[in-house]
């Protein structure tokens, strides 16, 4: 095998759809400010995830940066230790603080079934993350954050075009945010959005991603520049007219890996009332010890899992708890190759090294 396999490769069968687009914005010369093609995404979008208000921007962290500026937070942000590091240092950031409730050892999202038990201090924010595209227990969520005065963001990063009980799983909570990296289902080179129910923080938000300058040309506050490209927008636009598709793809390779190893490696459970992306196909080893001779292994056929997420984000930026399943889990847990396009003999070739 001459060509690295990845756990993620960008998927684009219309590359004319895209070039075409190109060749617009090149005649048209708006190459951003919100120009036509984020207009038409943001519509599409609108349309496709089933959603009131979506306000794109440059990436996932500075969707995340502008709506804690959006919502005022301040102080203590509940959050998940076991999420990529943008999900805490994006808080930190900020000048907030993280404090980390520990996830559930079945789906690896935090975990609020013994929340009462615990000693919380007082949080102006809840930010869970549906991590892997698996949806948290929004209305134990909710239920919580009512009782703390405190808002919920979503890190929907993983989530694009998943639903709970025919609702798409960004309908919750004040606001959701996706990331629309190359390395995402969807993607568009490096991109992001808030989408949110609630019209007067959309509108705040489209004012801060730039520099707060309104309609009318004036200057309203202290804004910042988080404004996506016409050339982004273009990738959108053609990724979603293939998504679909991107995500059957994946499924039938996502199944053919549960059939063969879910009897020797533990697969995060899903509710019976979501409808899934299959954006990540992840294992967990029963120690680390095994886990890193098995990706030697793979490695050596040129083949590239990711310790997605490793290491658990308390650990690494020392919070006030100690997370011992993210801990535990973070060190057992391997994201597998999964993308359309990749060859089933290679997936078979990954499924044997891993039954050795
Ligand atoms: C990718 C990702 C982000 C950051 O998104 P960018 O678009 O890369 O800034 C945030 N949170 C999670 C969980 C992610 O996977």
């Not at 520049?225 to 991107?246: C, I, R, T, W, Y």
């Amino acid at each position: 095998m001459n060509n690295k396999i990845n756990v993620v490769k960008p998927y684009l069968p219309n590359k004319k759809s895209f070039l075409n687009r190109v060749e617009k914005i090149l005649e048209n010369s708006v190459y951003t400010n919100n120009g036509p093609y984020v207009n038409e995404l943001e519509e599409k979008l609108c349309d496709y995830l089933n959603v009131k208000n979506v306000v794109l921007v440059n990436n996932g962290t500075s969707a995340l940066s502008l709506l804690y500026k959006a919502l005022n937070l301040k102080g203590n942000v509940l959050t998940t230790p076991f999420s990529f590091v943008a999900t805490t240092s994006s808080l930190l950031w900020e000048g907030l603080t993280p404090y980390f409730l520990d996830i559930s050892p079945r789906d690896f999202n935090m975990d609020f079934s013994s929340i009462y038990t615990q000693d919380i201090p007082d949080i102006s924010c809840i930010l869970p993350v549906h991590v892997f595209g698996h949806p948290c227990d929004v209305f134990k969520i909710d239920k919580f954050a009512k009782e703390k005065n405190a808002k919920v963001i979503y890190d929907a990063a993983h989530c694009f075009g998943v639903k709970k009980s025919d609702n798409s799983i960004l309908n919750y909570g004040d606001a959701s945010i996706l990331s629309f990296h190359a390395t995402k289902l969807f993607q568009c080179i490096e991109g992001g959005a808030i989408v949110t129910n609630d019209d007067s923080l959309a509108e705040e938000i489209r004012s801060l991603r730039s520099f707060s300058i309104n309609r009318k040309g004036e200057i309203t506050g202290v804004g910042i520049n988080a404004k996506m490209n016409e050339f982004s927008a273009a990738m959108g636009l053609s990724q979603l007219e293939v998504v679909d598709q991107a995500i059957k793809e994946r499924a039938i390779i996502y199944d053919h890996y549960y059939d063969c190893l879910s009897s020797k490696y533990y697969f995060p459970e899903l509710d019976s009332d979501v409808e899934w992306n299959y954006s990540y196909t992840v294992i967990l080893f029963e120690d680390e010890e095994i886990l890193l001779s098995k990706l030697k292994e793979l490695n050596e056929q040129n083949i590239y899992p990711r310790r997605y997420f490793y290491p658990s984000l308390d650990t690494l930026f020392k919070g006030d708890v100690l997370c011992d399943v993210s801990g535990s889990i973070s060190k057992r847990v391997l994201s597998l190759p999964n993308y359309p396009g990749l060859e089933m003999c290679i997936v078979d070739t990954i499924i044997q090294i891993l039954l050795r």
